[in-house]
């Protein structure tokens, strides 16, 4: 009988339309579940996000009998003795398109020798790089990646569940922390698809709305596939809104992949010129902490601190406050909400956060600044989203709810500020 092979789990947290999987029982019947609790990456992420993750882990773990392989340490240390102690001839991934991954699997593979890395699939339904313009250059706005996107398609999801190979039982790993397992996504998702998406054009920028899939965490972790999503999206207005807003992700992934750089630089080198403020009153603990005086900015924030989530729209208001507002640079605040994101993925974060800036491809122009009070009056009309989760504002009735209270800043005196700024480094 062939040796077991080792399966390395990542953001693919899932036995369901499964790449890796099925190109793991094209070579034994039999695989080691393995995850590797890596500190490198694990620094970055907050409590909320470390709990979910340990949630998804123990879903998975349901998934594979009680059988996932969980240790903690360096990857590059862990593969050789995992395969070593199992004899495994190959050890299955799903892609990785990110710096810091990309450069951990050429290290693992080094590592590994002869013992083959296969690659198979990726988090995304196409993978970076793979989508380019004419001449071969990446694209740098979106919507004509969208376009491209489209017209390359995507394969349909791979025939894969729990009982594609045998799960082998390993000893000598850790222990995943007791709790609930996270929920499955698909009746989430199925909830959604045939109970809000067709208003989903519409309502999917109101935050006092249940409008959104909120599957974003499990995109991030591979719970679901996006092909999977795909695979049931109609032609209707609604779709093609869920379908655009998937190809965001892919896009942004697409840049950090040609421009790992921008992770932690400006998209645009003239922004490296923008004068940013001193946080020496205090201001950055305000924004974070909700309690700035602008009501939906504070609803935000506090609901990233409550929730490990944010609307998108909000987190666009939040962001536009930050940086136009406070005057304070873009990579504060993307650290901040990578800290606390359930959903945090380096790609979708950092150039989100660019795109408000105005220094990111495609980005907003600079001169767009969101003001807070009229944001917040159009897409929490009724003021229910502020009281949510700014509770000495509960009385206050209807969007009234959004004027200042002991506003940190002047949101029109710091306009002009941003715009003066913006106006010294645009030539």
């Not at 773990?61 to 995992?82: A, I």
């Not at 698809?193 to 591979?222: C, V």
């Amino acid at each position: 009988m062939a040796s077991p092979t080792v399966i390395w789990f990542r953001r693919d947290l899932r036995t369901a339309d499964h790449p890796a999987l099925l190109s793991a029982a094209e070579r034994s019947s039999s695989a080691l579940g393995l995850f590797v609790l890596d500190d490198r990456l694990l620094a970055s992420a907050g409590p909320a996000r470390t709990d979910f993750l340990h949630r998804c882990l123990r879903r998975l773990d349901e998934e594979l009998g009680g059988r996932l392989h969980v240790v903690h340490g360096n990857p590059v240390d862990v593969l050789p003795k995992v395969v070593a102690d199992l004899k495994a001839d190959s050890v299955h991934i799903s892609a990785d398109y990110g710096p810091y991954g990309r450069k951990r699997d050429a290290e693992v593979e080094k590592a590994l020798g002869d013992t083959e890395l296969v690659r198979s699939g990726s988090p995304y339904a196409v993978a970076p790089g793979r989508v380019r313009k004419g001449d071969g250059d990446p694209f740098k706005v979106f919507t004509p990646f969208r376009r491209a996107w489209e017209e390359h398609g995507w394969r349909k999801p791979a025939d894969t569940d729990a009982s594609t190979v045998d799960w082998v039982k390993r000893k000598g790993g850790g222990k995943i922390p007791t709790g609930d397992p996270a929920p499955d996504p698909l009746p989430l998702w199925e909830k959604f698809r045939d109970e809000r998406l067709p208003d989903y054009k519409t309502a999917r920028d109101r935050p006092d709305l249940d409008a959104t899939s909120r599957l974003s965490p499990y995109l991030k972790w591979g719970l679901l596939h996006p092909r999977t999503l795909l695979a049931e999206l109609d032609d209707s207005e609604g779709a093609a809104t869920f379908r655009s807003e998937l190809a965001w992700r892919e896009f942004y992934a697409d840049v950090l992949w040609h421009r790992p750089e921008t992770a932690t630089k400006n998209y645009d080198a003239k922004f490296d010129r923008m004068e940013h403020d001193e946080d020496d009153d205090g201001r950055f603990a305000a924004w974070q902490e909700g309690r700035t005086g602008y009501p939906i900015v504070d609803a935000g924030m506090r609901q990233l601190l409550e929730e490990g989530w944010i609307h998108n729209r909000v987190r666009m208001i939040v962001a536009s406050f930050l940086v136009k507002d406070l005057h304070l640079p873009w990579w504060w605040g993307a650290k901040h909400f990578m800290e606390h994101l359930v959903d945090g993925d380096l790609a979708s974060n950092q150039h989100g956060w660019q795109w408000v800036a105005g220094s990111g491809t495609d980005a907003a122009p600079y001169f767009r600044v969101f003001n807070p009070i009229t944001q917040g009056e159009k897409f929490d009309p009724s003021g229910d989203y502020v009281r949510r989760y700014v509770p000495e504002l509960r009385d206050v009735e209807g969007k009234a709810v959004h004027q200042p209270h002991d506003p940190i800043v002047d949101h029109a005196h710091e306009r002009q500020v941003a715009l003066a700024r913006y106006g010294a480094i645009k030539s």
